[in-house]
């Protein structure tokens, strides 16, 4: 008996001891999973990726086009002061190979049609000659300055005429200040070319379409 007894007075707080040590950790592996879900629920991502799958056509940007209710913001092409690739001119401007590119988005910008669209490039040279390039005119907005900053929705439906679509050729930045003002605050960084599409609603609002890179075009054409 006295065994017995001594027995068990010492497996009882073993088995306590391991069962919390077990509870613990399911409790620990629970909280972590659940912040990771969290994390990717709610932690802003990118815009929609307008090439790949059906993107382009389910977002509505084609029907909002043809009604003239999109802007969009085109990051300038590469720039020559940050590449070793050859000046198309000035070292403030485009590389011969950005022109290249410029050249072949604005095919896919004229795939959309260009008839009720508006084009007006930031003041600087590597902007100018990407619209240049691509549109094959070159209008500057309005001051010193790109159109940028926490004011840039009302500068942009200030420039923006009824049933035209409006397109700004502008930079990375700019296109990162409204990314955030649209809820994206994390959003990866517009490579040269890239396009950000979004729809002005009735009420003046803006509804992000998605966002289409220069490589993207050719597939995402195909679905028109």
Not at 18 to 25: D, G, M, N, P, T
Not at 58 to 71: I, K, Q, T
Not at 159 to 183: M, W, Y
Request: hydrophobic share 40%.
């Amino acid at each position: 008996m006295v065994n017995s007894v001594v027995d068990l007075t010492l497996t009882k707080p073993r088995v306590r001891r391991s069962l919390f040590r077990r509870l613990k950790r399911l409790w620990l592996g629970i909280a972590i999973v659940s912040l990771l879900v969290s994390g990717f629920v709610f932690w802003p991502r990118s815009p929609t990726n307008l090439g790949v799958r059906n993107h382009l056509i389910n977002s509505g940007l084609l029907a909002s086009w043809r009604n003239g209710d999109v802007v969009v913001l085109v990051r300038h092409e590469e720039r020559c002061d940050r590449s070793t690739n050859p000046c198309f001119g000035p070292a403030d401007g485009l590389t011969i190979n950005g022109t290249q590119h410029a050249t072949e988005l604005g095919k896919a910008f004229h795939a959309l049609g260009m008839q009720a669209t508006d084009v007006l490039s930031s003041p600087t040279t590597r902007t100018a000659q990407t619209s240049l390039f691509v549109f094959g005119k070159t209008e500057l907005s309005a001051g010193p300055l790109a159109i940028c900053g926490d004011a840039m929705g009302e500068e942009i439906l200030s420039n923006k005429r009824p049933d035209h679509n409006l397109v700004l050729i502008t930079h990375s930045a700019c296109i990162n200040d409204f990314e955030q003002a649209l809820g994206f605050p994390h959003a990866i960084t517009a490579e040269y070319g890239s396009a950000l599409f979004v729809k002005v609603l009735p009420n003046g609002k803006f509804k992000t379409l998605g966002i289409m890179n220069s490589q993207d075009w050719p597939a995402a054409l195909k679905q028109l």
